[in-house]
């Protein structure tokens, strides 16, 4: 098993490559440490150049193992993906795997391919493999997606379906540096233009430390507690669909990737309220009278959140009330 000083010191590794190329967001890559130890897939959304893609290649890099990046585009096909058999003359055929082959996935504007494009990732991110003319693939692991989208659509977009949206684990938002961290970029533009990123850790490595965030524990009291909120989200008055199990299983995942990241090895009430918007802001689906309300799905979970009584844990364990 990883020791406790190698498994922290592989994750500030990987931290301080990133921020040789990204300054500030600390939550963002801090969420994608959970997703790559709670075996997610996560979705990166955000405005044009608030360094949405280069925060996943360097991530990507840092921590090794095969990378590939897709571009999006409208005219790409399912075989693009995935990859696809080459029949040659003599009859014999050979298979030319696409990039989803690779333990770290990029796509760029995700919601520029087709859907039909879109739904080759579906059996990849939720089964890790492939099926391409009726035969299966395994995908390598440590396996992660790893995919970029604006928010607000445009010309030669297409909108993630609800299944499509369910499969990414998290979904974080890029926002613009504040005043001092764009002052931090311009002074070291010419550096992170041209970053010396190495690899920090292996695949195996990742596989382990993703086998020890299973080990984490998680009293009754808190998965109740992610039962709790669940369940009010799909009964509140404004939702129109609610968060479905996998939504909960991503909380329960990912609250011991995030207790393990700090170091602990028992969660928190705390690991769920800062997972709450990332895991259940995209799933959400509020009525019209709602939204004609400038409701959103964020004010919803906050709410509902506020409502739900926190079970108190002490050490791992329930602490009794006093009587």
Known sequence: MTTGLKKHQILDNIVSEVNKVIVGKEDMKQFLLVALLAQGH??????PGTAKTTLARTFAKAIGGEFKRVQGTPDMLPADISGFYHYHPDGSTAFVPGPIFANVVLIDELNRLSPRTQAAFL??????????????????????????????GGVGTSPLSDVQADRFMLRVWSGFPS???????LKDIDQISEPDISPVTTAGEIVRLQREVTTVHVDDGIRQYIIDITGRLRQHQDMLVGPSPRGSIALFRGGRA????????????????????????????????????????????????????VPKVFKGQLQPSPE
């Open 42 to 47: 996560l979705l990166i959304e955000g405005l």
């Open 123 to 152: 059996e990849a991110m939720q089964e890790g493999q492939v099926t391409i003319e009726r035969k299966s693939h395994p995908l390598g692991q440590p396996f992660m997606v790893m995919a970029s989208q604006l928010p607000y």
């Open 179 to 185: 005043s001092q961290e764009e002052d931090q970029i």
């Open 258 to 309: 995030l207790a393990f990241i700090q170091g602990r090895d028992f969660v928190i009430p705390d690991d769920v309220k800062k997972l709450l918007i990332p895991v259940f802001g995209h799933r959400l689906h509020i009525s019209t009278e709602a939204e004609m309300d400038n409701v959103t799905a964020e004010a919803i979970v906050n709410e509902v959140a506020n409502a739900t009584p």
